[in-house]
């Protein structure tokens, strides 16, 4: 990996990593906003960012070819997980957040794996899931039984992880070699549409904090648009393989950031969790050459 590859697979490790800190603050019940409405926020901005690019390079009429299948991809990558995301972070911490985004390579190993995908029986991989599943059941556990965390919160990023898993796997079979950057921008455009009517349904009737409205633009800018831009161009460099790792990344970052700037408390199911997830994750990604 060279220099550049290197400063641009870190960058993208904190973009993504910060936005559970961004929710965190965004949808504060108190001096924020809806999920629903930090959703449009994100993606608006976002699709303002990269449908520029997307037609700069001309991807983006490639893509619209496929829009099908990219409202799907919408559906699993943002529409659902984002406002799950969201909604759960109203009742658990960021770092806990982004702790439990990092079993998606678990979920893409048994996705895969139905697919035909028969390299996950390989013995390293079938020992990182069962790490991995580990690792979340000792997390769910713990931060449940000892009354840290809303087990239903907890459950709902689990089925954002899965859904991530699921839109990647999906979109990369109907859509092979297409743009990312062109895709991630109509499939932003779709989800802006579907929550555009949170503006008025869901605006809160009380003054929203300076805190909140710099969370949410920072969020659409940096950990929508930049990020988007940033992973696909190094993925494009060193392939998808090796650029999944930055989900680790995300963790660290994620579970750090909660702690310094947030004040959120070290848990012991985080202290626990962490290690197994995150080792289980890389061990259930890793192809063995054989």
């Known amino acids: 990996m060279s220099r550049r590859n290197l400063i641009l697979f870190i960058l993208a490790g904190f973009l993504w990593g910060i936005p559970y800190l ?13 999920p629903a409405i930090v959703v449009f926020m994100r993606v608006f901005i976002g699709a303002l960012i990269l449908i520029p690019i997307a037609i700069y390079d001309k991807s983006i009429f490639t893509a619209i070819k496929g829009w099908k299948y990219i409202a799907v991809y919408a559906l699993f990558e943002m529409i659902v997980p984002w406002i799950f995301i969201g909604t759960a972070e109203q009742s658990i ?12 390579p678990i979920f893409s190993t048994i996705i895969t794996s139905l697919h035909g995908d028969k390299t996950v029986w390989q013995p390293r991989r079938l020992f990182g899931m069962a790490v991995g599943f580990l690792g979340v059941f000792l997390l769910v556990g713990i931060e449940s039984i000892t009354g840290s965390s809303d087990p239903r919160a907890i459950l709902m990023v689990l089925a954002a992880s899965a859904g991530y898993a699921f839109a990647v796997i999906y979109i990369t079979r109907k859509l092979p070699g297409v743009s990312g950057v062109a895709i991630n921008a109509i499939a932003m455009a779709i989800t802006a549409i579907v929550y555009s009517p949170a ?14 409205i710099y969370s949410v633009i920072a969020l659409g ?3 929508t ?3 988007f831009a940033v992973f696909f161009t190094v993925m494009a460099e060193i392939g998808p393989a090796r650029a999944s790792l930055v989900t680790y990344m995300n963790t660290a970052f994620a579970v750090v950031l909660g702690i310094l700037i947030l004040n ?4 012991i199911g985080i202290i626990v969790g962490l290690p197994l997830v995150l080792v289980g994750s ?9």
Do not use: C, M, Q
């Not at 961004?22 to 809806?34: H, K, L, M, N």
């Not at 911490?93 to 998606?104: F, K, N, P, T, W």
């Not at 008025?200 to 009737?205: E, G, H, K, N």
């Open 22 to 34: 961004f929710i965190r603050v965004a949808v504060d019940p108190e001096t924020g906003v809806s």
């Open 93 to 104: 911490s960021s770092g806990l957040a982004g702790l439990l985004v990092a079993s998606v």
């Open 199 to 212: 503006l008025v349904l869901t605006w809160p009737d009380r003054a929203i904090s300076h805190n909140a």
């Open 221 to 223: 800018i940096f950990s």
């Open 225 to 227: 648009g930049i990020a």
């Open 264 to 267: 959120e408390p070290l848990t």
């Open 282 to 290: 890389y061990l259930a990604s890793r192809k063995v050459n054989v």
